[in-house]
C-alpha cells in the first residue's frame, strides 16, 4: 500500500509520520495488509500529545513532571477499533491513559501442554465435543463460590484465590484444580496472576450471597468475538532446545485458551474510564479524540487508586476465567482419557498497562492487542532466564497458532502480536464469502451452544443462520495471513519462533 504518512524503514519497519514528532514504529513487511483507516484513527489517538500539552499549560501544577508520549509500537496484526487501533503499544511519561488498555481488561492467552497424543484424540473427537459442548453451554459448568472467595479473587488475584479455597474445598471443578496443582503454578502466571487492589465498590450482585456458596453466571464464560478454547496438536518443532526447556513435543495435544474478563471487566474498566474522564479540568474544551489521561503523582493520587482498583479486580477476574476456562476443558479429558497431565506453559495479558523503564525515563506501557515478549536478560527473576517470555500467538480460527520467545526489542517496547489480526470488519465478513466459508465449516470442528450434528436443529434454519452469521465473522478470510505476521516478529527480532500448532476443535461462545 501507499500512505503519505507510513515511510518504509526496511523489510520489516514503517516508520508513522506524525506532526508531534512521536517516535512511532509500525512492524510489517510487504506481504502484511495495512488498513489506511487504521493508520487515521492511529492518527487521530496521537493527538494524545496535544492534550497533555494544553492541560499542562492551563495548570503547570497538574504533571509531576512534563508529560510525553515517549514512544508508540504497532505490532502486524495492527487493525482499526474504536478510537486506538487493536495492536498498539504505547509508553508514556508523566500520565497514563485508561482508554488505551482496550475495553477487555486483561484480555489474554493460556496455553496448557499435555501428555495425549493427537493419535490418540482425534479417533474420539466426536465424543469430545459431546462433553465440551455439555460443559461450557449445556449447564455444565460447575464453580462453586463463596463471598468471601470471590472477594479475595478480586482484591488480590489467584494467590487471594488459592488461598480461599484450600484443597478441602474440592466441590464441582475444583477437584481438577487442585489434583493438576495449579496454585504451584502461579510464576509461568504474568505477575503471578495477582494484582492488588482496594475492596470493590460496585460489583456486590457478582461477590453473591454471604452465607451460602453460590454458581455466578460469569466466570469461566468464554466470550464472544475471537475469544476460544481450542484444542491443538503440536505440528512442527521450530526451535528445539527452548521447544524442550518448555516440555514441548511433537504430536502433542495443548489446550489454548483466549479471553479476558468479560461484561465484569467492561464494567470495571467503564468505572475507571468514567473517573478520569469526570476528573479533566473543566476550563479546557474535552479532547477532539475522546481520549483522557490519569496525570501522575500526589495530586491525583486518589483518583489513581480509583482507577488503579477497578482495572485491577477485571484484570484479576480475567486471570482466574481463563485458569478455569482451562481447566474446564483439562477436565473434559481426563472424563474421556483416564487421568492426564496437563501442565501451564504461560499466561499473559495483551490488554493491560505496565510500569517500566525505557529511555531512560519511568514509563507507563500499555498494550491493547499485543504480547509483552521480553528477552531472557529481561526475565531473569522468572523461570524464563535462559529462553525469553513465551509468545502465545493464534491465527484466525482454523488457522495454525505459534508459540515464540520474546527477544526484548526496545523499539518495539518489548511486545509483539496477540494474533492474525482483522483484515474484514465483522459486517463485511458476513457478507460474501459463501463457498470458502462452507469449504471451511466442512473441514474444521467448531463447538458452540448450537450442536449442527442434530437433526431437529438442522431443520431449524433461523437458529442455524443466526449462529453461522456469528462465525462468519471469525472465519479465516477476515484475517490476515498468520504466515507473513509470525515473519514479521522473527525478522524484525521481536520474537523466536519455537512451535506451530494446528487447531484440531474450536470452542466459541
Known amino acids: 500500500?501507499?500512505?503519505?504518512?507510513?515511510?518504509?524503514?526496511?523489510?520489516?519497519?514503517?516508520?508513522?509520520?506524525?506532526?508531534?514528532?512521536?517516535?512511532?514504529?509500525?512492524?510489517?513487511?510487504?506481504?502484511?495488509?495495512?488498513?489506511?483507516?487504521?493508520?487515521?484513527?492511529?492518527?487521530?489517538?496521537?493527538?494524545?500529545?496535544?492534550?497533555?500539552?494544553?492541560?499542562?499549560?492551563?495548570?503547570?501544577?497538574?504533571?509531576?513532571?512534563?508529560?510525553?508520549?515517549?514512544?508508540?509500537?504497532?505490532?502486524?496484526?495492527?487493525?482499526?477499533?474504536?478510537?486506538?487501533?487493536?495492536?498498539?503499544?504505547?509508553?508514556?511519561?508523566?500520565?497514563?491513559?485508561?482508554?488505551?488498555?482496550?475495553?477487555?481488561?486483561?484480555?489474554?492467552?493460556?496455553?496448557?501442554?499435555?501428555?495425549?497424543?493427537?493419535?490418540?484424540?482425534?479417533?474420539?473427537?466426536?465424543?469430545?465435543?459431546t462433553r465440551f459442548r455439555h460443559s461450557y453451554f449445556e449447564g455444565g459448568r460447575d464453580i462453586p463460590m463463596n463471598r468471601a472467595q470471590r472477594l479475595a479473587l478480586l482484591t488480590q488475584g489467584l494467590e487471594g484465590l488459592f488461598n480461599a479455597v484450600p484443597r478441602s474445598f474440592d466441590l464441582g471443578l475444583w477437584r481438577t484444580v487442585h489434583q493438576q496443582n495449579f496454585a504451584d503454578q502461579l510464576d509461568r502466571v504474568d505477575r503471578r496472576g495477582?494484582?492488588?487492589?482496594?475492596?470493590?465498590?460496585?460489583?456486590?450482585?457478582?461477590?453473591?450471597?454471604?452465607?451460602?456458596?453460590?454458581?455466578?453466571?460469569?466466570?469461566?464464560?468464554?466470550?464472544?468475538?475471537?475469544?476460544?478454547?481450542?484444542?491443538?496438536?503440536?505440528?512442527?518443532?521450530i526451535d528445539g532446545s527452548i521447544a524442550h526447556a518448555w516440555g514441548l513435543k511433537a504430536n502433542a495435544i495443548v489446550v489454548m485458551v483466549h479471553s479476558g474478563s468479560l461484561s465484569l471487566g467492561h464494567a470495571s474498566g467503564g468505572l475507571g474510564r468514567d473517573a478520569v474522564r469526570a476528573a479533566y479540568p473543566s476550563g479546557l474544551n474535552h479532547p477532539s479524540n475522546g481520549i483522557f489521561v490519569l496525570p501522575d503523582g500526589p495530586r491525583y493520587a486518589k483518583l489513581a487508586s480509583k482507577v488503579h482498583d477497578a482495572l485491577t479486580h477485571a484484570a484479576n477476574f480475567a486471570f482466574a476465567n481463563r485458569l478455569l476456562l482451562a481447566t474446564m476443558a483439562i477436565q473434559n479429558l481426563e472424563k474421556e482419557f483416564g487421568s492426564v497431565?496437563?501442565?501451564?506453559?504461560?499466561?499473559?495479558?495483551?490488554?493491560?498497562?505496565?510500569?517500566?523503564?525505557?529511555?531512560?525515563?519511568?514509563?507507563?506501557?500499555?498494550?491493547?492487542?499485543?504480547?509483552?515478549?521480553?528477552?531472557?536478560?529481561?526475565m531473569t527473576e522468572s523461570i524464563f532466564k535462559y529462553t525469553g517470555e513465551p509468545v502465545l500467538v493464534p491465527g484466525s480460527m482454523g488457522a495454525s497458532?505459534?508459540?515464540?520467545?520474546?527477544?526484548?526489542?526496545?523499539?518495539?517496547?518489548?511486545?509483539?502480536?496477540?494474533?492474525?489480526?482483522?483484515?474484514?470488519?465483522?459486517?463485511?465478513?458476513?457478507?460474501?464469502?459463501?463457498?470458502?466459508?462452507?469449504?471451511?465449516?466442512?473441514?474444521?470442528?467448531?463447538?458452540?451452544?448450537?450442536?449442527?450434528?442434530?437433526?431437529?436443529?438442522?431443520?431449524?434454519?433461523?437458529?442455524?443462520?443466526?449462529k453461522l452469521e456469528e462465525i462468519r465473522q471469525e472465519a479465516p478470510y477476515a484475517y490476515k495471513g498468520i504466515g507473513p505476521v509470525i515473519e514479521t516478529l522473527s525478522g524484525a527480532g521481536m520474537a523466536k519462533t519455537v512451535a506451530e500448532l494446528v487447531p484440531l476443535m474450536t470452542v466459541k461462545g
Open 401 to 466: 497458532s505459534f508459540i515464540l520467545a520474546g527477544k526484548g526489542l526496545s523499539d518495539s517496547l518489548m511486545s509483539a502480536s496477540h494474533g492474525a489480526g482483522r483484515v474484514l470488519p465483522r459486517g463485511e465478513a458476513m457478507r460474501g464469502h459463501d463457498q470458502e466459508f462452507e469449504e471451511f465449516m466442512k473441514r474444521f470442528r467448531v463447538v458452540t451452544p448450537v450442536d449442527f450434528r442434530r437433526v431437529d436443529i438442522r431443520s431449524r434454519k433461523d437458529i442455524l443462520q443466526k
Open 1 to 129: 500500500m501507499t500512505d503519505n504518512r507510513l515511510t518504509r524503514i526496511d523489510q520489516q519497519r514503517w516508520r508513522i509520520v506524525n506532526r508531534f514528532g512521536i517516535d512511532a514504529t509500525l512492524f510489517a513487511v510487504p506481504e502484511v495488509p495495512i488498513e489506511s483507516a487504521a493508520i487515521e484513527e492511529l492518527s487521530t489517538m496521537l493527538e494524545v500529545q496535544q492534550t497533555v500539552e494544553l492541560m499542562a499549560k492551563a495548570d503547570p501544577d497538574m504533571f509531576e513532571t512534563p508529560p510525553e508520549v515517549l514512544q508508540v509500537a504497532i505490532t502486524p496484526d495492527f487493525h482499526k477499533a474504536r478510537g486506538i487501533p487493536v495492536g498498539t503499544v504505547i509508553a508514556t511519561k508523566g500520565f497514563s491513559i485508561p482508554q488505551a488498555i482496550g475495553n477487555d481488561v486483561n484480555c489474554g492467552m493460556r496455553l496448557h501442554l499435555t501428555n495425549l497424543s493427537a493419535d490418540e484424540l482425534i479417533p474420539r473427537i466426536d465424543s469430545l465435543e
Open 194 to 237: 495477582s494484582l492488588r487492589a482496594g475492596t470493590p465498590t460496585a460489583l456486590d450482585n457478582w461477590l453473591g450471597p454471604s452465607d451460602r456458596i453460590s454458581r455466578d453466571s460469569q466466570i469461566g464464560s468464554i466470550g464472544g468475538g475471537n475469544h476460544f478454547v481450542e484444542i491443538q496438536r503440536v505440528e512442527r518443532i
Open 341 to 378: 497431565q496437563a501442565p501451564l506453559l504461560y499466561d499473559a495479558p495483551h490488554n493491560y498497562w505496565w510500569r517500566d523503564e525505557t529511555k531512560g525515563a519511568r514509563v507507563t506501557v500499555h498494550r491493547k492487542g499485543a504480547c509483552p515478549a521480553r528477552s531472557y536478560d529481561q
